[in-house]
């Protein structure tokens, strides 16, 4: 079983950047679809922003224009998100996850803190 694993998250003020980072060991990002989902207090788990194997991207309505989903599928075989422009409603655990398509495989990691104060 894979098990991806986020960084980056923290404490930033309202109007700051953070740049989330995933990786999962042993597994090959440019096989998967990957996504960056979140889940704020009392609330549902929501997809932030999603990147296919074929190079389409989409975001929640609520990110879009601030945030920028990306990967580096050579070597460092890394996901990243990009934050900026925070607003405290962004506050909520980042998840990070890679879904093959054919398969129906869905790994996911276990989540960083994104704070965003005022």
């Known amino acids: 079983q894979v098990q991806l694993v986020e960084s980056g998250g923290g404490l930033v003020q309202a109007g700051g950047s953070l740049r989330l980072s995933c990786v999962g060991p042993?597994?090959?990002?440019?096989?998967?679809?990957v996504n960056w989902h979140r889940q704020a207090p009392g609330k549902e788990r929501e997809l932030v922003a999603s990147?296919?194997?074929?190079?389409?991207?989409?975001y929640a309505d609520s990110v879009k224009g601030r945030f920028t989903i990306s990967r580096d599928d050579n070597a460092k075989n890394t996901l990243y998100l990009q934050m900026n422009s925070l607003k405290q409603e962004d506050t909520a655990v980042y998840y990070c996850?890679?879904?093959?398509?054919?398969?129906?495989?869905?790994?996911w990691g276990q989540g960083t803190q994104v704070t965003v104060s005022s």
């Open positions: 996850s890679a879904y093959h398509p054919r398969s129906g495989v869905h790994y």
């Open positions: 990147n296919s194997r074929g190079g389409v991207t989409e």
């Open positions: 042993g597994l090959i990002f440019s096989m998967y679809d």
